[in-house]
């Protein structure tokens, strides 16, 4: 496969994700492309991670993991950085729109985070000989995967939609702070996980790979951002059309 | 003499054997037997090939499990948005 097919692949999705944002027009159905786009990807994923892709060195063929694992964890590290970007948009000017983003890239950054995490406990299996090790990658992934279940545990306690968007911004910022953190702790601690791959350091094959896997857990982070926002949305309608409380009438 | 000294002493034995014998020394325990020595590794192609290349064997089914696992999460969330999906009701400004 050539390089460049999946970074063809890359910008069509961006720039429909841009599409959907700029383009009012195009909402209806844009989502609905880049979905479909991203199941015959998927297909295409599965099989040039099980078929095309050479084995590893010495993983063998337990390293084609890592062609689902990595993307997973890179749209955990996407949604929960849009989160960041929502909750700090909200507290500088006040819009239910980036709450309303900010609610849903929580909830889809922790899908893609918990599968994640749980394949790469499929792949430590038998390339560690444990399915977890208290390691320094782990431990901060996994502290991080809770702080946002803790973000969206708040907002469903908080019946207020003003109080509500502004603690989980506040929260969102404060478990922000554990991106870099996980992101890192293979080079700042003594990880058993491995640090952190380059372009030099891949073979370009692999890489095509990887790339296009990133590429279909984009065409599905996409859709996924759209209807968990819409739904957030409708929420936040919702909330704010109900009654006020009648008062208690007084005793004659 | 020496008859009657050796009368006393046939005669004395009975009389001694009521008091408790020394004990016997307890039984050195054995030690335990060493273990075997593991086999010498071995190989048609030699030693080298019987020490294992250092790469994992097989493991399909993990690989396996991984991408259904994944499969499963992006159809089950698309479920999950779909049940969720606001009513047209619910849309109403």
Redesign the interface.
């Given at each position: 496969m050539p390089a460049f097919v999946p970074l063809i692949l890359l910008v069509v999705v961006l720039g429909a994700m841009v599409a959907h944002v700029a383009v009012a027009s195009v909402r209806p159905w844009l989502w609905k492309a880049v979905a479909a786009l991203g199941v015959v990807l998927?297909i295409g994923l599965?099989y040039l991670?099980?078929f095309y892709a050479p084995p590893e060195?010495?993983?063998?063929?337990?390293g084609?993991?890592l062609y689902?694992?990595v993307p997973?964890i890179w749209m955990a590290f996407l949604a929960f950085g849009l989160n960041v970007g929502c909750a700090f948009a909200y507290l500088m000017k006040k819009s239910w729109v980036t709450d309303a983003l900010a609610e849903a890239s929580a909830e889809v950054g922790i899908?893609?985070g918990?599968?994640g995490v749980?394949?790469g406990s499929?792949?430590a299996?038998?390339?560690w000989g444990v399915w977890w090790d208290w390691d320094p990658r782990l431990i901060s992934t996994t502290v991080m995967l809770l702080a946002y279940v803790g973000y969206l545990a708040l907002r469903s306690f908080t019946e207020d939609p003003e109080r509500r968007a502004t603690w989980s911004a506040a929260v969102g910022i404060l478990s922000g702070v554990s991106l870099p953190i996980t992101y890192y702790s293979v080079r700042w601690w003594n990880s058993l996980h491995q640090v952190q791959s380059t372009t030099a350091s891949v073979d370009k094959t692999m890489g095509s790979v990887l790339l296009w896997g990133l590429v279909t857990l984009l065409c599905?982070f996409f859709p996924?951002m759209v209807?968990?926002y819409?739904?957030a949305?409708?929420n936040q309608?919702?909330a704010m059309a109900l009654p006020p409380l009648e008062p208690r009438p007084e005793a004659a | 003499m020496k008859s009657l000294l050796l009368a006393l002493a046939l005669l004395g034995a009975p009389v001694f054997a009521d008091i408790a014998p020394e004990p016997a020394p307890p039984a050195e325990p054995t030690p335990p037997a060493p273990p075997a020595p593991a086999p010498a590794p071995s190989h048609p192609q030699g030693i080298e090939k019987a020490m294992g290349s250092g790469v994992i064997q097989g493991g399909w089914e993990y690989v396996y499990a991984a991408y259904i696992l994944g499969a499963v999460g992006v159809l089950g969330y698309a479920a999950s948005l779909y049940a969720r999906r606001p009513k047209p009701s619910e849309n109403a400004p």
């Open positions: 998927f599965w991670g099980l060195a010495f993983m063998s063929n337990v084609r993991i689902v694992h997973n899908l893609f918990a599968v749980a394949m499929i792949w299996r038998p390339t599905f996924f209807k968990r819409e739904i949305r409708a309608t919702a | -």
